[in-house]
């Protein structure tokens, strides 16, 4: 598994198809918690920690799409869809409903491990990668990506809710600005092909960020489609690295110039008070009570 036994929720409320792939992903190195509906599913969710969800859109009371809405508009939790529909149309929907990945019935419990393992995989290699490489954050027109976090922020600081497969799909361009990346290369670089994507997802991811960071999705700057090529971002893009200082503690990024301008106060106090005047005595000032004792010194002297 990409992930040391990841904990993993099924919503299903077919019994017997719970019941096989709960069967198969423990036997796997899952731990499963399994709904039936949308109330059991958010009851599962507060009661455990959940790495990925399987969710299916048939279900009794609030259907599977609009319970993904839900969940995508608070986590970035993976989600993998199950459905009896296998058209396109139904698997754009179910993406732009914010999931992860899509998988018609009848399938493979194999062939859904294989997607887990790919969303998990993809998850932890960009977790990595923002690791090795020593950069936390890219920066874009004011835009922040922080890879640590996973997480989007807009020019004024509010954070933009994004799905695990925008939020890759988004750093990749990031990662690759001024290039023009064929659809096949985004696939591999985000999905990869042993997860059964096709073009068309990217497509729809593409048009799903643009709606969240351009001015005018109709007319994108920043993503811009390059006719028989793929995509290109066209922005600038920074690295925002913490500088270390000479002490080797670490430094706010924010302003490299002034160490404690951004600093918390618990943090800053202690630094701040390099900075205070020396006390009297460091000045080569005696305290008052032994300038007294001098002037009487004197006087008797004299």
């Given amino acids: 598994m990409a992930t040391a036994t990841p904990n993993i929720l099924v919503v299903e409320d077919d019994r017997e198809t719970r019941a096989l792939i709960a069967k198969y ?18 009851r599962a969710m507060t009661d455990h920690r959940v790495d990925l969800l399987i969710l299916d859109v048939m279900l009794p009371g609030e259907d599977g ?16 869809m199950l459905t009896a529909r296998g058209e396109d149309v139904d698997r754009i929907v179910g993406l732009e409903m914010g999931a992860d990945d899509y ?18 995989r993809r998850q932890a290699a960009a977790l990595n990668a923002s690791t090795t490489n020593g950069a936390t954050a890219l920066s874009f027109l004011g835009w922040r990506i922080d890879f640590r976090l996973r997480e989007l922020r807009n020019p004024a600081g509010a954070r933009i809710a994004m799905t695990s497969a925008e939020f890759d799909l988004l750093r990749t361009f990031c990662e690759r600005p001024g290039r023009v990346l064929s659809r096949d290369s985004l696939l591999d670089l985000t999905q990869g092909r042993n997860a059964g994507s096709f073009e068309r997802s990217i497509d729809v991811l593409v048009s799903r960020i643009r709606r969240k960071i351009e001015t005018d999705p109709l007319e994108p700057t920043m993503i811009k489609t390059v006719r028989s ?21 670490r430094l ?5 110039r002034d160490p404690h301008r951004h600093l918390s106060p618990a943090s800053a106090g202690p630094a701040r008070s390099i900075d205070r005047p020396r006390t009297r005595a460091a000045r080569g000032i005696a305290p008052a009570s032994r300038r007294r004792t001098r002037s009487r010194a004197a006087a008797a002297v004299r």
């Fill in 252 to 256: 706010d990024h924010r302003d490299s």
């Fill in 25 to 42: 992903l423990r036997t796997n190195a899952c731990n499963v918690t399994t709904a039936t509906d949308g109330r059991e599913m958010i």
């Fill in 229 to 249: 090529g793929g995509y290109m971002f066209t922005p600038r893009v920074e690295t925002l690295t913490p500088p270390t200082s000479r002490a080797g503690g």
């Fill in 103 to 120: 998988l018609a019935k009848p399938f493979n419990p194999r062939e859904l491990l294989a997607r887990i393992n790919a969303v998990l």
């Fill in 65 to 80: 799409l609009s319970l993904c809405r839900k969940v995508r508009a608070e986590s970035q939790m993976p989600i993998i």
